[in-house]
């Protein structure tokens, strides 16, 4: 396994434990009754959001890692 692959799986792994963190909030949140529709929307539309953010840094962090930039300092 090259030195790239090893630097991504911690980035891959703490990114598919908060997805499904925030994916548990969301069915949550949807499968609790009680709660008005446009809340309950807001509760679902938030976390699903934050998820996809998520991935996107994941994205590139990736990115980074493959051109080398594994150090964000050194850009300073």
Known sequence: MNNHKKKMIAPVIIT???????????????????????????????????AGVMIGVLISRIKEIRSGEEDDLGKY
Request: hydrophobic fraction near 70%; glycine fraction near 8%; charge should be neutral.
């Open 16 to 50: 598919v434990c908060i997805v499904l963190y925030y994916a548990g909030i969301a069915a949550v949140f949807l499968l609790t009754d009680g709660i008005p529709g446009v809340i309950k929307l807001l509760l679902l539309v938030i976390p699903l959001a934050l």
